[in-house]
């Protein structure tokens, strides 16, 4: 049976040797490393394929790179940051006490007022003044290499193998938007209506979409939407036939399992059998 991967657990995080905790200070600290390889493990997994009805009419092989699990959680929450981080815009701006408009003159004279000495309504200590230390624009995106993403993806696709299926294509099956009709669809393949369930598949048909899109708990993802962090939210994956081709030929096991990569994330030497 397979491994099951939790992306919060502590034993996987503490078992890379180049990480230690500073209890002093109860952070976590890295070594310093120069380069970096990454090596990549075949994880094939065998799935049920349910018809429409729900019965088991067959099975199928997801087999998917999948990365040691000495380094499985530090490559997935490198792809998970990455992609939170480059979604954020950046552009909050507060206004200092050289921006604010106003404050040419004394608010009142300096002295037999009884109140403290005040020489700009600019100052951050009136309402309406200058903000200190407040945020300014900023780009916060970061960098990540293609493969190191890919593996990100296929690291937590194989980790969440023993709660997915397959299900036969059903474009065809719903004539009319019908809601209803998708819950007992779901209840059918033994999905919880209540429980966080993401469907992937190569092509939507519009009826489907609007049969789904009230189910609060489902994500439709298509091969362009796909992204870590569905996948990590999600308690339950549906996969149709033509995804489950999707996915081995994209993020598949192949010959070259091995990668170099500097401190600053740039490739350094990448297997010619693997070159794009």
């Known amino acids: ?27 976590v600290l890295l070594k310093p490393l120069t380069t970096t390889t990454i090596r990549s493990e075949a994880a094939a997994a065998t799935i049920p394929i349910l018809s429409f009805d729900g019965t088991e009419v067959g099975s199928t092989t997801l087999n998917l790179k999948s990365a040691p699990l000495d ?3 530090a490559v997935v929450h490198r792809g998970l940051i990455t992609d939170l981080r480059n979604q954020r815009a950046g552009t909050a701006s507060t206004l200092t006490r050289a921006q604010v408009r106003g ?4 608010p009142y004279p300096q002295k037999k007022t009884g109140r403290a000495r005040q020489g700009s309504k600019r100052t951050p200590l009136r309402p309406g003044g200058g903000v200190v230390f407040g945020p300014k624009p900023k780009d916060w ?7 190191e993403k890919r593996l990100a993806i296929s690291t937590a696709l194989s980790s969440a193998t023993e709660n997915a299926i397959v299900v036969e294509e059903f474009n065809d099956k719903f004539e009319k938007p019908k809601t ?34 009230n189910i609060k708990t489902l994500k439709m993802l298509t ?4 992204n870590l962090f569905d996948i990590l939210d999600s308690e ?8 489950v081709e999707f996915l081995n030929e994209r993020y598949g096991d192949d010959n070259d399992n091995e990668w170099e990569f500097e401190e600053d994330g740039d490739e350094v030497e990448e297997s010619a059998e693997n070159s794009e």
């Open 1 to 27: 049976m397979a491994t099951s991967l939790s992306f919060f657990s502590s034993t996987i995080f503490l078992s890379n040797p180049n990480i230690k905790i500073n209890s002093s200070q109860n952070r």
């Open 71 to 73: 380094t499985a959680r």
């Open 103 to 106: 404050g040419g003159i004394k």
């Open 141 to 147: 995106s970061v960098k990540i290499n293609k493969k």
């Open 180 to 213: 209803k009709e998708f819950i007992e669809l779901m209840r059918r393949w033994g999905l919880d209506p209540k429980e966080k369930a993401l469907f992937l598949m190569t092509e939507v048909d519009e009826n489907v979409i609007l049969s789904s899109r």
């Open 223 to 226: 091969p362009r939407t796909l």
């Open 236 to 243: 339950k994956l549906v996969f149709t036939k033509s995804a």
